[in-house]
Structures are given as C-alpha cells and as structure tokens.
C-alpha cells in the first residue's frame, strides 16, 4: 500500500487488520471502506474534498492546519488531517445511524409492521439524515429478516406527496429480486439493483404496493430463521472454539459469517452487567469466561434479566475482544429469547 492516507487507516484499525490475518480484502472491508463510505455518505463537500486530495500522489507533502483536538492550528500533513477528519465523521455517522435505528425500531412494533411481507417505514419527522438511509435499511433488513424501505415524504409541485428513499431487500429471501418484485406493482420506481436501490412511491399508492406485495409473499414463509453452525448449553461451551471461529478469514460474497446459539443459560443477578454510558449495554459473563455481549439494549431488560428463574436462549457471532494481551471469547448476540422457567 503505497497512499499515506489508506496506509495510515490501516494503521489506525490495524487491531482490525491483525484479527482478520493481515491486509486482505475481508480486513480492508472492515478497516478502511467504513470510513471512506462515512466520508461519502455523510461527510460536507470540503471533507469530501479533503479525502479526495489525500488519496492523491501529488498532495503527499502537502501541509494544512490541523483540527484535531489540542492540535488546532498546527501544521500537518494534509493526508494526517484526512484521518482525522474520517475518523470524525464516521463517529456521526454511527451517531446519526443508532438514533435512526431506535426512531424505526419504535415504529416497527408500534404499528405492527412486521404483519407485512415488506417494511415500509416513513420518516414524517425527518428524524434520519439522507445520508444513512440506506445503512439504516440494510441494518433493518438483517434483524427484522423482511425487505425493507426507509421513506421520506416529499411534496412535488402538484401538491401529490411522494415517498423516495432507500430499499434494501432481505440478504437471504427466497426472492432475490426485489426490484422487479416492486416494479410489477406498476406503483413504484427503483433505480439502482435488484436487492439495493433507490424507491420512490406516491403516498396515496402506498396502501394498495402493501396489499399487492402481501400478494405477492403470502406463501413465502418471513418468520426470522437463523442459519447457525453450533449449538451450545452453557457447559459445552469452549472458549478457544469461540476464538477460532472469530478468526476465520473466508467470509464475504455468498459466505454468510458463521452463527451460533447458546440456549438454557440460567441467569443469576452476579452473572449480569448493565454498561455504557446510556446503560444501554448488557453483559453476562459465563462461569467459564465467555462473555455474551448485547448492545442498544434497555434497563428494563437488565431488571428482568435479575429475577429469579430467568433463562436465556441468544444467537449471535463469536469475536474475540482484545486488550493489553488477554483475549476474551465473546458472543456478540443478534437476537434471544428470555424466559421464566423453574429450576430444581
């Protein structure tokens, strides 16, 4: 890698870099691509013209202020500045797309949405920035396991409203073209691919593209499955196998990363952590060590989770979390089930 500025990406993530076996495509994908596409989808036109000199030869040596926090003023080279600036803008990104994802979650099980074949969700309130649109669908997608679109309302010179935005369909539908799913309506217009495009739709007809897709799935089966490769109690659980698996380094197009469940974990108020500074991380750690993460979730959960006779089934992907030279196998957990269940 000959560019300062991806070079020194690299160098910033290259935790992320090391744990995926070096630079190769599946560590590039988590190392580098995130911020320039932050840049892209989220950053002004100066920054994005800030990236685009610092990718180029001819601004190696070029010097401009800095704006990083107790440097201001200082010279630095521009592709240092560059850095800073990603790394800047993909921390609003991640801001503006976690509040996205809690304004949609609301509106998903207020108006029972999921009863529908696709997940039409409009953003009245202009509460999700343009440029996370699209992240926000895919996210949807993933966990919800149904094609989904992210809306905003417009109003076009005649007065008509339009809906336009992103759709992204659901990686592993028995339907793979959303699109042309879509068009046969007659009601709607996407641009872009089959399973990720631009949609626009007249508010009026919106109604009927729900009744016609509900059609259209009605033998197609949308209860969230999860393709796991093991399935664990908690004694059978081994750490290092939790280690392996995260270091695996054959996943991308048409390999799924792997998933495991981890079912019948009697919990025990010692067991469980309430974190972060929203308290909205839950961690329970195992008596062999593993520690079963849950993010962007509630207090009330965590009180829950504290009752006598709770038991809890997750499925979710092993990492391993690394700091000053201990290795934890963890479970970062894409879904559960909790339960009341009496133990004898």
Same mark, same amino acid.
């Given at each position: 890698?000959?560019?300062?500025?991806?070079?020194?990406?690299?160098?910033?993530?290259?935790?992320?870099?090391?744990?995926?076996?070096?630079?190769?495509y599946?560590?590039?994908?988590?190392?580098?691509?995130?911020?320039?596409?932050?840049?892209?989808?989220?950053?002004?036109?100066?920054?994005?013209e800030?990236?685009?000199?610092?990718?180029?030869?001819?601004?190696r040596?070029?010097?401009?202020?800095?704006?990083?926090?107790?440097?201001?003023?200082?010279?630095?080279?521009?592709?240092?500045?560059?850095?800073?600036?990603?790394?800047?803008?993909?921390?609003?990104?991640?801001?503006?797309?976690?509040?996205?994802?809690?304004?949609?979650?609301?509106?998903?099980e207020?108006?029972n949405?999921?009863d529908?074949?696709?997940?039409?969700?409009?953003? @009245?309130?202009? $509460?999700?920035?343009?440029?996370?649109?699209?992240?926000?669908?895919?996210?949807?997608?993933a966990?919800?396991?149904?094609?989904?679109?992210?809306?905003?309302?417009?109003?076009?010179?005649?007065?008509?409203?339009?809906?336009?935005?992103?759709?992204?369909?659901?990686?592993?539908?028995?339907?793979?073209?959303?699109?042309?799913?879509?068009?046969?309506?007659?009601?709607v217009?996407c $641009?872009?691919?089959? $399973?990720?495009?631009?949609?626009?739709?007249?508010?009026?007809?919106?109604?009927?593209?729900?009744?016609?897709?509900?059609?259209?799935?009605?033998d197609?089966?949308?209860?969230?499955?999860?393709?796991?490769?093991?399935?664990?109690?908690?004694?059978?659980i081994?750490?290092?196998?939790?280690?392996?698996i995260?270091?695996?380094?054959?996943?991308?197009?048409g390999?799924?990363?792997?998933?495991?469940?981890?079912?019948?974990?009697?919990?025990?108020?010692?067991?469980i952590?309430?974190l972060?500074?929203? @308290?909205?991380?839950?961690?329970?750690?195992?008596?062999?060590?593993?520690?079963?993460?849950?993010?962007?979730?509630?207090?009330?959960?965590?009180?829950?989770?504290?009752n006598?006779?709770?038991?809890l089934?997750?499925?979710?992907k092993?990492?391993?979390?690394?700091?000053?030279?201990?290795?934890?196998a963890?479970?970062?957990?894409?879904?559960?089930d909790?339960?009341?269940?009496?133990?004898?």
């Open positions: 890698m000959n560019n300062c500025f991806l070079e020194g990406l690299a160098r910033q993530h290259s935790y992320i870099i090391e744990k995926r076996k070096g630079l190769n599946l560590s590039v994908a988590y190392s580098i691509c995130p911020w320039t596409n932050a840049i892209c989808r989220t950053g002004t036109m100066e920054e994005k800030l990236i685009f000199k610092a990718m180029l030869e001819q601004y040596y070029t010097k401009v202020e800095s704006s990083k926090r107790g440097h201001k003023g200082e010279q630095v080279y521009l592709w240092e500045e560059a850095i800073t600036v990603a790394e800047r803008v993909k921390r609003k990104q991640s801001e503006l797309q976690n509040e996205a994802l809690s304004y949609i979650e609301h509106q998903i207020d108006n949405l999921l529908n074949a696709m997940l039409f969700l409009i953003d @009245k309130d202009r $509460a999700i920035d343009s440029g996370v649109r699209g992240l926000v669908a895919n996210c949807v997608q966990k919800y396991q149904h094609p989904v679109a992210v809306l905003t309302p417009v109003e076009k010179e005649d007065g008509t409203v339009e809906l336009s935005g992103s759709m992204r369909n659901y990686s592993l539908s028995v339907n793979q073209d959303l699109k042309s799913t879509l068009e046969s309506t007659g009601l217009r $641009a872009g691919h089959s $399973a990720a495009a631009g949609i626009f739709i007249l508010e009026r007809h919106l109604d009927e593209v729900n009744e016609k897709l509900n059609k259209l799935y009605e197609i089966d949308q209860t969230p499955v999860y393709w796991i490769d093991y399935s664990w109690t908690p004694g059978m081994d750490p290092k196998r939790i280690l392996d995260s270091h695996l380094n054959i996943y991308g197009q390999i799924q990363e792997s998933m495991v469940e981890i079912h019948d974990i009697s919990l025990h108020p010692s067991m952590q309430l972060g500074k929203n @308290k909205d991380t839950i961690k329970i750690t195992l008596a062999n060590g593993v520690a079963i993460m849950m993010f962007r979730q509630s207090e009330e959960l965590y009180n829950q989770m504290c006598e006779n709770m038991v089934d997750v499925v979710g092993c990492n391993d979390n690394e700091w000053q030279g201990t290795h934890t963890q479970i970062m957990v894409e879904n559960f909790l339960r009341k269940d009496w133990i004898f």
